[in-house]
């Protein structure tokens, strides 16, 4: 597998092209960091019709940009330790759907994130500003729990847990719980 890529090199070159691509372009992103797609400025997932409005766990999406998962909700705090756990070593990152803060009742939206290890601190990139919103554990966990407590009547954060698909011809394993 090709070296995990920084974030801010891809916040240079990736952009998010339309308001309602924000899981496409989380995925496209994700893809980026593990070197599946090399030109940064691609925007496959983005540019097909098909996928422009795919939802935040659709496998087809994934799938296209080499990207195999699963995801589930999580509890806030749970969420964060899994985030923790996955990201620990630099090398796992995971896409969160979170509601974007505040809320103004009745009114949601929602955006993908990336949760991920950036020099050795949890980080919440968001594809579509090339921002960081959270810079460390402290503040990816109360970001968890702001969006948590926002949305009570969701099943807690919703992940959606990322790595290459398989090449057979690679001699690399990859576990995903």
Not at 56 to 82: I, P, T, W, Y
Not at 124 to 142: C, I, S, V, W, Y
């Amino acid at each position: 597998m090709p070296p995990f890529r920084s974030i801010p090199e891809i916040f240079s070159h990736h952009r998010q092209i339309h308001s309602f691509s924000c899981a496409a372009s989380a995925l496209e992103f994700a893809a980026k960091c593990y070197g599946l797609i090399e030109d940064l400025g691609a925007n496959p997932l983005q540019q097909d019709p098909n996928c422009q409005l795919a939802g935040f766990a659709d496998s087809c999406s994934r799938e296209l940009v080499g990207l195999k998962g699963h995801d589930e909700f999580r509890e806030a705090n749970d969420a964060m330790e899994v985030i923790e756990s996955e990201t620990k070593g630099g090398n796992r990152i995971l896409a969160v759907s979170c509601v974007v803060l505040p809320v103004a009742p009745p009114h949601r939206y929602w955006h993908v994130l990336i949760a991920a290890n950036h020099d050795g601190n949890i980080v919440l990139a968001d594809p579509g500003t090339q921002k960081f919103l959270a810079r460390n554990a402290a503040e990816t966990e109360a970001r968890l729990i702001q969006v948590g407590s926002a949305t009570p009547d969701r099943d807690g954060i919703h992940l959606l847990y990322l790595a290459p698909k398989l090449d057979p011809h690679s001699p690399e394993i990859i576990l995903l719980p």
